[in-house]
T-cell receptor
């Protein structure tokens, strides 16, 4: 199908290592979001890209976290010097342009990150 | 900061029972969405409510948006094991333009 895809599905890393998580949004969707979810909990907003505008980074928990979106499509979330508290499921979502969908978001299956 | 308080956090019931999940805020939202998430998957949108007082039905699920657009409820009639999952409410609009404010989620387990 043409849904949101994320890779890898699972990532196990050692404390202190850097990791990169990838998101491929639905083609044509202008907005892309990253969230973090701890086991069975709600979603913690991390960062939001809308078209060519500067991203909203207000949810990033520390300067170890960064994200970029190349060509208005694929996005990469990078966590440097990972800590055990970074262990969580990282979800990506995309949305059609504002004005037509009440911010309805379409989610990928997530990347489960485990930091040992 | 906009907050959505979702309750209960956990719900464990027998097949055939009814249940209600609540989502409350002191903030006004332009719309409110309900998502359902199964293990190993991302949340999937169930419904969006937009108008104060609006009621939407999706088979055995009934969603209501409060008159003041600050709260919402999800009622499931005659729950089935297939309803098991994490239910999330999310508010759009207000001071968080372009973003959703999520509740903490309700983990529903329906036992056969």
């Amino acid at each position: 199908g043409a849904g949101v895809s994320q890779s890898p599905s699972n990532k196990v890393t050692e404390k202190g290592k850097d990791v990169e998580l990838r998101c491929d949004p639905i083609s044509g969707h202008t907005a892309l979001y990253w969230y973090r979810q701890s086991l069975g909990q709600g979603l913690e907003f991390l960062i939001y890209f809308q078209g060519n505008s500067a991203p909203d980074k207000s949810g990033l928990p520390s300067d170890r976290f960064s994200a970029e979106r190349t060509g208005g499509s694929v996005s990469t979330l990078t966590i440097q010097r990972t800590q055990q508290e970074d262990s969580a499921v990282y979800l990506c979502a995309s949305r059609p342009r504002l004005g037509g969908s009440y911010n309805e978001q379409f989610f990928g299956p997530g990347t489960r990150l485990t930091v040992l | 900061t906009q907050l959505l308080e979702q309750s209960p956090q956990f719900l464990s019931i027998q097949e055939g029972e009814n249940l209600t999940v609540y989502c409350n805020s002191s903030s006004v939202f332009s719309s409110l969405q309900w998502y359902r998430q199964e293990p190993g998957e991302g949340p999937v949108l169930l419904v969006t409510v937009v108008t104060g007082g609006e009621v939407k039905k999706l088979k055995r699920l009934t969603f209501q948006f409060g008159d003041a657009r600050k709260d919402s409820s999800l009622h499931i009639t005659a729950a089935q094991p297939g309803d098991t999952g994490l239910y999330l409410c999310a508010g759009a609009g207000g001071t968080s333009y372009g973003k959703l404010t999520f509740g903490q989620g309700t983990i529903l387990t329906v036992h056969p």
